[in-house]
């Protein structure tokens, strides 16, 4: 049986690391460790509505992490705002689902950090469809065997 | 000839109003007065690449503005997370462009504002599109009239 928040995230860096380790993981409960228990945690998806609050974050992450193909989460392009007690990470996700052959377009990714009495927490994730970088490589379509 | 920041932002209220203010006005050295100095100042438009640095965003909001159509902002859903340094803001942008009878699709919003020695001013402005909320109203094919 697990804890409630367990985890403690003595910097932003911690529980953004912990943040993508449990979506690659696919852990849920992970997941949502790092998050805030505020109730005015936001989320927002790349092309999504704005979500507020654990519950409807909870629930949008469980559906994306309950359909079982495992994700690979290449981070880049990290840029840091830091405050006493609160920090933004600005950065890109490049992500690979299981089973296909090339990365999703890039995402961008503002996510904000609080500080607690246990550690640094999850407040913001607003993430949203990036255009391809100019010159990216462009498969042909892949060629059937039969 | 205009004095470089004169102007001055006791609150990330003050800094956001004149943000908008700027946009409705197309005044872009308004609009810049509010974004900080800091060469990392992050700036994403709905679709768009992240923009780092006063030039690019400079660049990026004088394309904008330079179309001369006047645009009025009207913000909804505000939630705010305040820090001492920092403090984030999530809206919603409902964006009437003159001579279009309906208001875009909704743009949310997440702005940062930062506390220096001017008073607050914005690092961050992540925006992207949002769904149509369920239930809009959507007006049939405008009629030709020939």
Same mark, same amino acid.
């Given at each position: 049986m697990r804890a409630v928040k367990k985890a403690s995230f003595p910097t932003p860096e911690d529980a953004e690391a912990a943040f993508y380790e449990a979506i690659e993981r696919g852990d849920i409960d992970a997941l949502m460790e790092?998050?805030? /228990? /505020? /109730?005015e945690i936001l989320c927002v998806h790349p092309g999504g509505e704005r979500l507020t609050g654990v519950e409807q974050v909870r629930e949008s992450w469980a559906q994306i992490l309950r359909s079982g193909r495992a994700l690979k989460v290449h981070l880049a392009d990290q840029v840091v705002v830091q405050g006493m007690m609160l920090s933004i990470h600005s950065l890109h996700e490049n992500i690979l689902v299981q089973g296909e052959s090339r990365a999703r377009a890039p995402v961008v990714v503002t996510n904000v950090y609080q500080r607690g009495t246990t550690g640094w927490r999850m407040v913001v994730h607003h993430a949203s469809p990036a255009p391809q970088p100019a010159g990216a490589h462009v498969d042909p379509p892949a060629k059937t065997l039969h």
């Open positions: 790092v998050w805030s /228990d /505020d /109730d």
